[in-house]
């Protein structure tokens, strides 16, 4: 086991105290007016408590439900049948995670060990991808669905330092493309694939940068309509005057070729002082969106599929924040609901919020979230070491479910 993993990821939450807490909050009882639509992160005043889980408050007619317990759960990749691939960074493995019982709790069975502190994962031409710190490894599915036989290595990139995850996605064009975070806070790389979207061939081959400029790109989607591929990004620390609220995190949308700014740049154009290049910067691409600075954002989903949240959502997505480390006052440990409009992000509000108490600790923290083969909404909590499932009081809209059978109801 490699020692970057987990220990890290606790490291950042030595602060945090681990047992569960009810977080007592003051919320509204349930107005049936939509969230507000402002460009900061708003008081959750529309938010109510979960009916099962009052230590969480989610959007009046929802309830979550914690439906798994694992050690560091980071990415979550649905599966039609309804269980789940789950990656543990932390411990190198990867998980399935399925109801087999259908008691509403699903069971965890390894499937992997010694990976490499697995982070992405997507499935394309009957393979299993796993973005391993150094490394695509991918395995052949067997008539289940299931990786079977050896891994096979099929690209290998920039490792050790600074940010170790990998996210990776599939294009239309067939091409893998994988997100590889920078090796420091803020420096100018010596390896081109460090703070960059590299593309690949699905076998590995002709591997090139597709992007650049990315700090630290965790968050990677396929728009579901103009497809192109969207990733959340955050930005450097430490930069003063006003640390605690610059500069923004970002989600940006890649071009080919694009370079988003980082290290020299950040929020529209704004040179680092470090390098006080303005020429430079006015050659980058701005963020799509900016949000709070230091949310730490993480994994994100378009809801194109999500049948249990309202039909005018279905072009937004959602949105892990992580949390702030070096914040004074520490912000984040929530899910944002992304507002977009004529496929732009233009807003973001508070969708999932109560893993940080009012003083700023926290019990649990949203890494991933994901749509279930039900339209539910599924999230990672890798400080919790749970997998959340969020679903409509009402049991959604029936007749857009994705498998044609009714939706489950919450437990
Ligand atoms: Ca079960």
Request: charge should be neutral; charged fraction near 20%; aromatic fraction near 8%.
């Amino acid at each position: 086991m490699n020692v970057t993993g987990q220990q890290i990821l606790r490291a950042f939450f030595a602060p945090c105290a681990a047992s569960w807490c009810v977080v007592t909050a003051a919320c509204s009882n349930g107005s049936a007016a939509p969230p507000p639509h402002v460009d900061e992160v708003p008081p959750a005043e529309s938010l109510v408590s979960a009916p099962s889980t009052p230590q969480l408050r989610v959007p009046p007619g929802y309830d979550i439900v914690k439906i798994a317990s694992l050690r560091g759960p980071r990415v979550i990749l649905p599966r039609d049948d309804g269980s789940l691939f789950v990656t543990q960074t932390g411990d190198d493995l990867l998980a399935l995670v399925a109801d087999r019982d259908g008691d509403g709790q699903y069971e965890v069975t390894t499937l992997r060990r010694n990976l490499d502190s697995p982070h992405g994962m997507a499935l394309h031409g009957g393979f299993l991808y796993i973005a391993n710190t150094g490394a695509v490894v991918r395995s052949v599915l067997d008539s289940a669905g299931l990786p079977t036989g050896a891994l096979e290595t099929v690209a290998r990139y920039s490792h050790g330092g600074g940010h170790f995850t990998r996210s990776i996605v599939f294009g239309d064009d067939g091409g893998m493309y994988v997100s590889i975070g920078s090796s420091c806070n803020l420096c100018i790389e010596t390896s081109p694939d460090r703070a960059a979207v590299m593309r690949f061939d699905a076998d590995g081959r002709n591997g090139r940068v597709f992007a650049r400029g990315l700090r630290n790109a965790v968050g990677m989607a396929v728009h579901p309509v103009t497809r192109a591929i969207w990733v959340s990004q955050h930005e450097r620390d430490n930069l003063k005057p006003d640390h605690e609220n610059l500069p923004p995190e970002e989600i940006n949308i890649l071009q080919d070729g694009g370079d988003y700014g980082w290290p020299y740049c950040h929020s529209d154009r704004v040179p680092n002082p470090e390098y006080n290049d303005q020429a430079r910067c006015d050659r980058t691409i701005p963020p799509a969106l900016k949000m709070q600075a230091h949310s730490a954002p993480l994994g994100m989903t378009f809801l194109a599929t999500a049948t249990q949240l309202p039909k005018d959502w279905r072009g937004d997505l959602l949105l892990s924040f992580h949390g702030s480390w070096n914040r004074d006052t520490p912000t984040g440990a929530k899910v944002v609901r992304i507002r977009v409009q004529n496929n732009r992000p233009v807003s973001y509000e508070d969708f999932v919020v109560g893993w940080q108490r009012a003083n700023g600790s926290r019990w649990g923290r949203p890494a991933d979230v994901a749509v279930a083969h039900d339209g539910s909404v599924l999230i990672a909590d890798d400080f919790g070491d749970a997998i959340w499932r969020l679903s409509r009081v009402s049991g959604g809209d029936r007749r857009e479910g994705r498998t044609g059978r009714p939706e489950q109801q919450p437990r």
